[in-house]
């Protein structure tokens, strides 16, 4: 298996999925009805697609998954830019941070980040922080799940791609439980050629997850959640 996408759930697709696109500097993939996706390929590292779905109403309740852009040296023209493709100034009672909150044009938490070496190669997006009830639990199962190795960092658990190139993802103390609203984004596996999906799901629930259920007709991938809740999917491998 390997980490393939970042899944924003939107009202308006096109307009967030542009925000974002031009934000990290993406590749168009698509722009239709049913969603909007664009591709960050960070060179000799991971390539991560951003997905945009379209969904009826905004999703109520905290955001446990959220994107770090990289600013450094040039965070403050990083910020500039961002508001002029239409985001805003975001309070989360962060008080004093080095680090800069904005929100997409959905609502959706950014944070512009100051210059930190455990930053260096990742391209325009520094960070996947993610709200774990139990950091070195849960950096565990995402290795497993995705590859991704343990790496020194800012947050209580870090991973990275093998290569060493690109985002962190970060596995950050919560800040309460796990409700049962969905998290308006979220992550997506791929299954590599040969892989077997039930053994997949048998094995999730091995590591601590578990596999979640909906009335949603036949889909092309089926939905878990980490040993925190937190939701992702897994989706089929390519013929």
């Known amino acids: 298996m390997y980490l393939e ?32 996706e664009t591709r960050l ?3 000799g590292g991971p390539v991560l697609d951003l997905c945009f779905q379209p969904v009826a109403e905004p999703t109520v309740g905290a955001h446990r998954l959220h994107l770090d852009l990289a600013g450094g040296g040039e965070q403050a023209d990083v910020v500039d830019r961002l508001l002029g493709l239409g985001a805003r100034h975001l309070d989360v009672g ?20 100051e210059e930190r070496a455990a930053y260096a190669d990742t391209g325009p997006l ?8 139990d950091p070195g639990r849960d950096a565990e199962f995402w290795a497993w ?34 409700g ?5 984004i979220h992550l997506d596996v791929r299954l590599e050629a040969g892989e077997d999906a039930d053994e997949v799901a048998a094995a999730i629930a091995q590591h ?32």
């Open 41 to 43: 390929a960070v060179e």
């Open 5 to 36: 996408n970042v899944v924003f759930d939107a009202v308006d697709p096109q307009r967030v999925g542009r925000f974002w696109e031009a934000a990290v500097d993406g590749e168009r993939l698509t722009d239709e009805e049913a969603g909007f």
């Open 94 to 113: 962060q008080g004093d941070v080095p680090w800069v909150v904005l929100a997409d044009p959905a609502g959706n938490p950014l944070f512009v980040m």
């Open 126 to 133: 520094a960070a996947l922080p993610l709200q774990s009830a």
């Open 180 to 184: 049962s609203a969905k998290n308006p």
């Open 208 to 239: 601590g997850g578990r596999e979640l259920h909906f009335d949603w007709g036949e889909l092309p991938w089926r939905h878990f959640a980490d040993p925190s809740g937190n939701e992702f999917c897994v989706l089929r491998a390519y013929r």
């Open 145 to 178: 799940l995705t590859g991704w190795t343990p790496v020194a960092g800012v947050a209580p658990r870090s991973l990275r791609h093998p290569s060493q190139r690109g985002p962190l993802l970060e596995l950050c103390s919560e800040s309460s439980p796990k």
